[in-house]
Every structure is written in structure tokens, then in C-alpha cells.
């Protein structure tokens, strides 16, 4: 498969959601049947609804015990025995509600956990055919500048970074911004970049998410984070060079 006929992840994902036009669909089945790592990559990006509702249950606490209740005596009144019945539901409907209640509601998450969340299924595989021309980088650092409202056309070259992509994501119906660079060892490393309301430009934020190293600060009406599977040092030293030149 040549450069120039490379699948983006966003020609996959519209594959996989059933949007991509006559065309794309029959390039992509065509190229599936003689590249072994364009099938990878289009498994890494079909998610296992099974594991997914096995983790967001997992993250529940288990509901409480229920209680033994005292042995009704036997009678022979059918009264009594109705009775009983209502009163061992009713105890059953408060445990379950109370349950219910005490279970902490999901919390709703912020664009940096969806790209984590997406960054995860990230190999070398994903991104090592991935050589764009300098007139294809041009290209695409023009469409995301556009998107983004932010010129990203003079991106710098930082030491041990391979530019790879830029591609327009999206998150809650605004433009997200990922440009995807890979390490010497293969470690994929993405910029991502996101509008924001205008706020003061803060102060660089170290942390982890979903087992990945990230760098987070806003600047000039926009969200940035640079995220990656690496030490965290020159990941900041990165991160510092993007924010001075962009």
C-alpha cells in the first residue's frame, strides 16, 4: 500500500459507523485483503461492548447483603400469610431502592479522558506507514488550522518526535484537534487541541490518564494536551516548546 493510498482513522471510523461513501468502502475492503495491519487497526478501533459494560459495572460497589429474615410460623390463616408476603416485599423494595441511592452516579467526562480513552488504542503499528509527503503535511495542517481557528501551519520540529498526521476529531459537536507524532521506539505521542471559553493562560498541568502521560494548559482561547505513553520529563519539555511556538 502506497503513501498516497493510506486509510485514515477518520476513513476507518466512518467505515465501522456505516457513513463512508461507495467508494471509501470498496477501498477499504480492497486494502483489507492484502494489509495485514490496516485489519489491526480497524479491530483497535471496533470497541467490545461486553468489556465496556463489565468496567462501568465494575465501578459500581457491590449492593449490600440482604438481610436473613426470622422464619414465619406456620398458620393456617391465609391472612396472616398475605400479610407476611407484603411485608418481606416491602423490606425488599426499601433494600433495593436504598441501593440504588448509596450507588455513586457516573460522572460525566471531560474531552482529555475521551482522548486518553482514544490515544489507548494507539501501537506502532498504527501510525508506522503513516510517512506524509511535506506537501500532504501542509495540507493537513491547513485543514485542522481551519477547523480549530488556530495556524498550525508553522508547527516546530522537536528531537525524538516524527511528525505522523493531523486529523479533525470531535467532541459534543466541536472540532477536536489530534496531530500524531511517534518516538524512535515507536511510542505514538499526540497534540491535541480543542476551543475553549477565553480564560487566562494557566499553568502547565501534569498527570495520567488511562495509564498515559499527559501535559495540560490553556492559551489563547484554547485547550491543549500532549499525551503519551513516555517519561514524563520530556514530555514536558515538549509540551513547553508547543505552548512557546504556538
Same mark, same amino acid.
Given at each position: 500500500?502506497?503513501?498516497?493510498?493510506?486509510?485514515?482513522?477518520?476513513?476507518?471510523?466512518?467505515?465501522?459507523?456505516? *457513513?463512508?461513501?461507495?467508494?471509501?468502502?470498496?477501498? #477499504?475492503?480492497?486494502?483489507?485483503? $492484502?494489509?495485514?495491519?490496516?485489519?489491526?487497526?480497524?479491530?483497535?478501533?471496533?470497541?467490545?461492548?461486553?468489556?465496556?459494560?463489565?468496567?462501568?459495572?465494575?465501578? &459500581?460497589? %457491590?449492593?449490600?447483603?440482604? !438481610? #436473613?429474615?426470622?422464619?414465619?410460623?406456620?398458620?393456617?390463616?391465609?391472612?396472616?400469610?398475605?400479610?407476611?408476603?407484603?411485608?418481606?416485599? %416491602?423490606?425488599?423494595? $426499601?433494600?433495593? =431502592?436504598?441501593?440504588?441511592?448509596?450507588?455513586?452516579?457516573?460522572?460525566?467526562?471531560?474531552?482529555?479522558?475521551? $482522548?486518553?480513552? &482514544?490515544? +489507548?488504542? &494507539?501501537?506502532?503499528?498504527? @501510525?508506522n506507514r503513516a510517512n506524509p509527503s511535506s506537501s500532504d503535511t501542509s495540507a493537513q495542517l491547513r485543514h485542522v488550522s481551519d477547523a480549530v481557528g488556530l495556524d498550525l501551519n508553522a508547527l516546530?520540529?522537536?528531537?525524538? @518526535?516524527?511528525?505522523?498526521?493531523?486529523?479533525?476529531?470531535?467532541?459534543?459537536?466541536?472540532? @477536536?484537534?489530534? #496531530?500524531? &507524532?511517534?518516538?524512535?521506539?515507536?511510542? !505514538?505521542?499526540?497534540?491535541?487541541? #480543542?476551543?475553549?471559553?477565553?480564560?487566562?493562560?494557566?499553568? +502547565?498541568? *501534569?498527570?495520567?490518564?488511562?495509564?498515559?502521560?499527559?501535559?495540560?494548559?490553556?492559551?489563547?482561547?484554547?485547550? =491543549?494536551?500532549?499525551?503519551?505513553?513516555?517519561?514524563?520529563? !520530556?514530555?514536558?519539555?515538549?509540551?513547553?516548546? =508547543?505552548?512557546?511556538? @504556538?
Amino acid at each position: 500500500m502506497t503513501d498516497a493510498a493510506y486509510i485514515t482513522d477518520e476513513e476507518l471510523t466512518a467505515y465501522l459507523d456505516g *457513513e463512508a461513501n461507495d467508494a471509501l468502502q470498496t477501498r #477499504i475492503e480492497a486494502a483489507m485483503q $492484502v494489509d495485514h495491519d490496516l485489519k489491526n487497526r480497524l479491530s483497535a478501533l471496533t470497541l467490545d461492548i461486553a468489556i465496556l459494560q463489565q468496567e462501568v459495572l465494575s465501578s &459500581y460497589p %457491590a449492593a449490600p447483603a440482604m !438481610p #436473613i429474615l426470622p422464619p414465619q410460623r406456620p398458620s393456617s390463616r391465609s391472612g396472616r400469610i398475605f400479610a407476611s408476603g407484603i411485608a418481606v416485599g %416491602a423490606t425488599i423494595g $426499601v433494600l433495593i =431502592f436504598a441501593t440504588l441511592l448509596s450507588r455513586p452516579q457516573p460522572t460525566e467526562e471531560g474531552w482529555a479522558s475521551f $482522548v486518553a480513552s &482514544y490515544q +489507548m488504542l &494507539y501501537t506502532a503499528e498504527t @501510525l508506522n506507514r503513516a510517512n506524509p509527503s511535506s506537501s500532504d503535511t501542509s495540507a493537513q495542517l491547513r485543514h485542522v488550522s481551519d477547523a480549530v481557528g488556530l495556524d498550525l501551519n508553522a508547527l516546530p520540529d522537536i528531537a525524538g @518526535l516524527t511528525f505522523k498526521r493531523a486529523q479533525v476529531l470531535g467532541f459534543r459537536g466541536a472540532p @477536536l484537534i489530534q #496531530i500524531a &507524532y511517534q518516538r524512535p521506539d515507536g511510542t !505514538p505521542v499526540a497534540l491535541c487541541i #480543542i476551543q475553549s471559553d477565553p480564560q487566562p493562560t494557566n499553568t +502547565m498541568a *501534569e498527570g495520567e490518564s488511562k495509564g498515559l502521560q499527559t501535559v495540560r494548559w490553556t492559551q489563547d482561547g484554547h485547550g =491543549f494536551l500532549l499525551i503519551g505513553d513516555m517519561d514524563p520529563k !520530556p514530555l514536558r519539555e515538549a509540551a513547553e516548546i =508547543f505552548a512557546a511556538t @504556538l
